[in-house]
């Protein structure tokens, strides 16, 4: 009984990856019919960090990229804290709000760029070495990302480090 339960599982599983597959096919072949979106995808992909899948996400979930301040970009990806308070009470920084699909796909870029990327990993030991949290630090490094992301687009120029 328990291995027909596993071979459902199994089979399940490789239906899955074989619509996955098929996806990340079309998505690839999408962007690759589309000059704009190849450079743009190139152009994304020059950032430490930012892989296929963080590349693909600011591509269709962030049309507004290059075309607005870095501190609205910050915003609209839910990167930028706002402050918590009320009456007397304040407490702290939060960030809320925004996409939340950028901010994760941000925050995974963000993990590779602290491990791999000599500036963003010294900016990381830096706010850590500060007593900031882990978490805290690679929040910050996604949002220099989105920011970076932003100025690329805008400037049309890949990331010079």
């Given at each position: 009984m328990?291995?027909?339960?596993?071979a459902?599982?199994?089979?399940?599983l490789?239906?899955?990856?074989?619509?996955?597959?098929?996806?990340?096919?079309?998505?690839k072949d999408q962007?690759a019919?589309?000059?704009t979106?190849?450079?743009?995808e190139?152009?994304?992909r020059?950032?430490?960090?930012i892989?296929?899948?963080?590349a693909?996400?600011l591509l269709?979930?962030m049309p507004?990229l290059?075309?607005?301040?870095?501190k609205?970009?910050a915003?609209?990806?839910?990167?930028?804290?706002f402050?918590?308070q009320?009456g007397q009470w304040?407490?702290?920084?939060?960030?809320?709000g925004g996409r939340k699909?950028?901010r994760d796909?941000l925050?995974?870029?963000?993990?590779s760029?602290?491990r791999?990327?000599?500036?963003?990993?010294?900016?990381?030991?830096a706010?850590r070495?500060a007593?900031?949290?882990?978490?805290?630090?690679?929040?910050?490094?996604?949002?220099?990302?989105?920011?970076?992301?932003?100025a690329v687009?805008?400037d049309?120029?890949a990331?010079?480090?």
């Amino acid at each position: 009984m328990r291995d027909h339960g596993l071979a459902d599982i199994e089979a399940v599983l490789a239906c899955l990856d074989a619509r996955i597959a098929f996806w990340d096919a079309e998505i690839k072949d999408q962007i690759a019919r589309s000059e704009t979106l190849a450079h743009a995808e190139q152009r994304l992909r020059s950032i430490p960090g930012i892989g296929p899948v963080a590349a693909t996400t600011l591509l269709a979930r962030m049309p507004e990229l290059g075309q607005r301040s870095p501190k609205t970009i910050a915003a609209l990806a839910g990167l930028a804290p706002f402050t918590v308070q009320s009456g007397q009470w304040k407490g702290r920084d939060r960030i809320q709000g925004g996409r939340k699909r950028v901010r994760d796909a941000l925050y995974m870029a963000a993990v590779s760029a602290a491990r791999a990327a000599p500036r963003f990993k010294a900016f990381y030991q830096a706010l850590r070495d500060a007593g900031k949290p882990p978490k805290l630090a690679l929040v910050a490094i996604a949002r220099k990302l989105i920011t970076i992301a932003n100025a690329v687009l805008r400037d049309d120029k890949a990331f010079q480090p």
